[in-house]
């Protein structure tokens, strides 16, 4: 909304290519649905789990939010 991260729509996703979908959602959103391909790091977690994730790796984090 402020402009200090790109917005990017399921469509385009087709252009990942090596990034990573990262779904923040806690496990029970994640097992009752999920992106195909989506790695699940809730997001109460994701501090305490950020050394999973490749510092130079395109990361496309959502939620059920967006």
Same mark, same amino acid.
Do not use: S
């Given at each position: 909304? %402020? #402009? ?6 399921? =469509?385009?996703? $087709?252009? *990942?290519? !090596?990034?990573?979908? *990262?779904?923040? %959602? @806690?496990?029970? +959103?994640?097992?009752? #649905?999920?992106? +195909?391909? $989506?790695? @699940?790091?809730?997001?109460? =977690? *994701? %501090? !305490?789990? *950020?050394? +999973?994730?490749?510092?130079? =790796? ?5 939620? =059920?939010?967006?």
């Amino acid at each position: 909304m %402020r #402009g200090d991260a790109p917005v990017v729509h399921w =469509q385009d996703l $087709a252009d *990942l290519h !090596d990034g990573l979908l *990262l779904d923040v %959602r @806690n496990v029970d +959103e994640f097992t009752a #649905g999920h992106v +195909e391909g $989506a790695v @699940n790091i809730p997001l109460p =977690q *994701l %501090r !305490d789990r *950020l050394h +999973e994730l490749k510092p130079d =790796q395109e990361i496309w984090a959502y939620c =059920q939010v967006g």
